[in-house]
């Protein structure tokens, strides 16, 4: 910690009791109780003292409208141990430690407890908040273990399409998330590299030898999918009008799995090709995706013999009709009869079901995970429930290795159908993304004189305004709901979009800009106003609210937080000045403060979430 942290730290001594350092890196951090989880503990300590033998009770502490705090759990305890309930909570109340953290409680109705804090709680928890560079105050979680998840994973020689970008923007964030909270996050981009449709490609280039590959560099990700494009519609023509090239590519196949050299070669050049394409998308959603993090479908071939070994031993899965099945009770077609999942095909062929399976092994056995996170299309759903009963059963997963797949709806279009062009054909995603940036570049333009903006400041905040609506469109609601795709609406300054929350970010590094000498300082000895009461409440649960969205998957969680943040931002402004002559230094320092504090969380909570935050916009 810098000399500066600890004395910020040391004027805190209310909070010095309870803070637990802790090292990350080679940096000493505190990690910060929230003011809830500090009352929530000293409720939970009256109440046993009150009332003994109610052993541990839960005091069901809430956010409230008639003070900061509710406890709402007096009343079932109370009637369940044949109590009076108001008696009891009046118990509670006096067996409270005296302190510094609550201003006022009052016994209320028939038996909750309202609590407003003090002033100076308030205050004293941000400033050790302030105090800890950019954890913020965050703990990292006690029970940390490694993570690996399968996300942003396109098929090769294709083009990516919108819900490639979900699993990509959910993946990531939910990657961001889950480590700064603590977990070990293993990536895999499980990309579609393999099948029998390279048959037909490696085919065609073997008979037209050069066809694939481009003019310029790694850079240049659309000459990339055009070539692939080219050599795909080629060979499609082929394979469809010519029965003797159609067999030649089914000969091709059992090359390629019989791992010929030659083979090989020319499929390494369809994947090759493909990860400059995939690149530059990756480039364009301002994501890193790291080359050893790609493992392919292919990269479990030399597993699949054995995984269908042991799941054949084992009992797991059993012959039908010459194929490998596993079957469950309740996954039945139509006619009633079980669906099995095929792990190996009646001509010996593997499929999808048998990759998924030896990755779940790789990943619990070499990769030591405790727990698999798959972001998925929800339409795969049925294939994932199935594979993850089978690994179960195989004793892959167990109650200490678990999978889940984080599945999210489809895109619609503004007719509320699935996301397509006007023609019917599925969107590319370089399309939509530079649509995006576009928009967003005149928004940006319009403002740009007034503050002040240099052209290539004007492009480069467009790029992260318009990707930063997208990602947000995208994160904002819940996952497995369908969204719809409205560029219009993404790109608004108003309401619940990225653009609102970049401003209102860059709005406080405007106003940080203008205070001149007068510096944030906590003054915990100032009352505070009602608005910046809400926005410290608020400012308070950052942890809470990550430790939850890490614990459900649940990044639209973290949206909404911040998009709240905004909101008692704006508040703020209305109610209270923070530079102008009439407040005394101290409240101008103590409002710098704040907004500061508001900067830097939704700065950090925006970067979870792969959005930039421009400072001057
Ligand atoms: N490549 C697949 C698709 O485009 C997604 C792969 C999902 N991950 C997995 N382990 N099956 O639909």
């Given at each position: 910690m810098s000399t500066g942290a600890k004395n910020a730290l040391h004027r805190v001594g209310y909070w010095e009791r309870s803070l637990i350092p802790y090292r990350n890196g080679s940096r000493l951090m505190a990690s910060v109780p929230s003011l809830a989880s500090t009352l929530q503990q000293q409720l939970a300590d009256a109440l046993t003292a009150a009332l003994p033998e109610a052993g541990t009770a839960d005091p069901l502490l809430?956010?409230?409208?008639?003070?900061?705090?509710?406890?709402?759990?007096i009343l079932a305890l109370a009637k369940k141990l044949k109590g009076n309930p108001r008696e009891l909570a009046g118990k509670v109340t006096d067996a409270l430690p005296a302190g510094q953290l609550i201003k006022d409680i009052e016994v209320s109705g028939p038996g909750f407890l309202n609590i407003t804090l003090t002033d100076r709680a308030i205050t004293e928890t941000l400033a050790a908040r302030a105090a800890d560079g950019d954890r913020l105050g965050v703990p990292v979680a006690a029970d940390a273990g490694t993570t690996v998840i399968d996300y942003a994973q396109p098929n090769v020689a294709k083009e990516m399409h919108v819900g490639h970008l979900r699993s990509a923007v959910i993946g990531d964030a939910m990657v961001q998330i889950l480590e700064f909270t603590g977990e070990t996050v293993v990536r895999r981009h499980h990309i579609g590299d393999w099948g029998t449709q390279f048959g037909m490609?490696?085919?065609?280039?073997?008979?037209?030898?050069?066809?694939?590959?481009?003019?310029?560099?790694?850079?240049?990700g659309e000459a990339a999918m055009s070539s692939l494009n080219r050599v795909y519609k080629a060979s499609r023509v082929l394979f469809d009008s010519d029965e003797e090239f159609k067999a030649r590519a089914r000969d091709r196949v059992v090359a390629l799995q019989a791992g010929d050299p030659e083979t090989l070669a020319l499929w390494q050049g369809f994947v090759d090709e493909s990860k400059i394409y995939f690149y530059s998308v990756f480039d364009k959603l301002d994501m890193e995706i790291h080359d050893p993090d790609i493992v392919g479908e292919s990269g479990y071939n030399d597993m699949l013999e054995e995984t269908c070994r042991i799941l054949e031993e084992t009992g797991v899965?059993?012959?039908s009709e010459g194929a490998l099945c596993v079957f469950f009770d309740d996954v039945k077609g139509p006619d009633g009869n079980q669906v099995p999942l095929i792990v190996k095909k009646t001509n010996g062929g593997y499929g999808y079901a048998a990759t998924d399976l030896s990755a779940i092994r790789d990943r619990v056995q070499n990769l030591k995970a405790d727990t698999l996170l798959y972001v998925v299309d929800a339409r795969q759903s049925l294939h994932f429930k199935m594979v993850f009963e089978t690994a179960r059963r195989a004793g892959w997963l167990n109650d200490d290795v678990t999978a889940h797949q984080l599945a999210f709806g489809t895109v619609l279009g503004k007719d509320g159908k699935p996301f397509k062009t006007r023609e019917g054909v599925t969107v590319r995603l370089e399309d939509l993304l530079d649509e995006a940036v576009e928009r967003a570049t005149a928004v940006v333009r319009e403002k740009a004189e007034k503050v002040g903006l240099t052209e290539d400041e004007i492009v480069e905040n467009g790029r992260y305004v318009g990707v930063g609506a997208v990602k947000y469109a995208d994160l904002s609601t819940s996952a497995v709901r369908d969204y719809k795709f409205d560029l219009d609406q993404m790109v608004s300054l108003n309401g619940d979009t990225s653009v609102y929350l970049q401003y209102a970010y860059a709005r406080i590094r405007s106003i940080l800009r203008k205070a001149g000498e007068a510096r944030?300082?906590?003054?915990?000895e100032l009352e505070l106003a009602p608005a910046e009461r809400a926005l410290g409440l608020h400012l308070d649960q950052f942890g809470a609210v990550l430790a939850e969205v890490?614990?459900?998957?649940?990044?639209?969680?973290?949206?909404?937080?911040?998009?709240?943040?905004a909101s008692?931002?704006?508040t703020f402004y209305d109610q209270c000045q923070v530079l102008s002559d009439d407040n005394p230094a101290a409240v101008v320092e103590n409002r710098l403060f704040l907004v500061e504090l508001t900067a830097r969380t939704l700065h950090q909570g925006m970067r979870l979430l792969g959005i930039r935050t421009p400072e001057r916009l």
């Open positions: 809430r956010r409230s409208d008639r003070a900061d705090f509710q406890a709402n759990g490609l490696i085919q065609y280039l073997f008979e037209h030898p050069g066809e694939l590959g481009h003019e310029g560099g790694e850079a240049d899965a059993v012959r944030p300082v906590a003054h915990p890490a614990e459900g998957y649940e990044p639209h969680k973290l949206a909404a937080y911040l998009y709240q943040l008692h931002l704006t």
